[in-house]
């Protein structure tokens, strides 16, 4: 697989990354869009908070020619080898979509570093007793610091109104089981087009799916925090055609009403978008 190929695997799915599942390189996963006031008020509010930036950096272009790269959450950090600056960009500020970002320098999508992030041994051994989540929260804004700091990046916050698909229950009802409030949460998933996930919210397919349907999806299901424990599986658009197995699983829209008993209904709604104001190549070590 091409380094390209694995920088656009990893931001159409890196949201599952965070909520549903990894990638075979691990990257770290991301929430709903936020602006960096709203990531840096989640991080505030985690009872487990330990660190606002990293103890070591190290960013260097890269030189080695290869075509293959990827991304690995550590203990301490994050290693990330031959990888444009977008995919971190888009960690940092939590996007799903190329459309939640105005003002990207071409060259943070065609120029390759590694980077190499670590925090203190106190940090490193909170984290081990946190949950992902709970980390991911916190490692957020320090990315936007490294970025901030080593690529004097800025950027505010627009909302606009954007093509976006709402989830509600369809018109035979729900088909899930809700799980127990206080049970924990947890996923499995096949990127060939299956996930089992016990004790989450419907928002989960929220977060996870924007991405590959090319639109934000708004959750009104009323369903709030309730917890449901479900499968799904479906056949990925780039499989399905004139070919397709009769025992194929349907399309991701027909596996979620069939399966699930939700609907994604297109509309427009208000999406929180990033602008970059100003941003530089990486200074030296």
Known sequence: MTRNSLCRQSLCTAIFAGILFGLGFKVPAQSQINSPASASAATASSAASTATAYDVISIRPDKSGNR???????????IYTNMPLKSLIYSAYGIIMDSQVKGLPEWTESEPYDIQARVDADTAAAWQKMMRKEREKQEQPMMQALLADRCQFKAHQET???????????????????SLPNEAGSERLSTDGAVAVHAMPVSTLEYAFSGSLGRMIVDKTGLGDKKFDFELKWTPDDRLGANTAPDEAPSLFTALEEQ???????????????VIDHMERPSAN
């Open 160 to 178: 606009l109104e954007l093509p976006v698909y709402d989830l509600v229950i369809a018109k035979g009802g729900l088909k899930m089981k809700e």
């Open 68 to 78: 293959s790269g990827g991304w690995k959450t550590v203990a301490d950090g994050f």
């Open 260 to 274: 699930l008993g939700l609907k994604l209904v297109p509309g427009k709604g208000p999406v929180d978008v990033l």
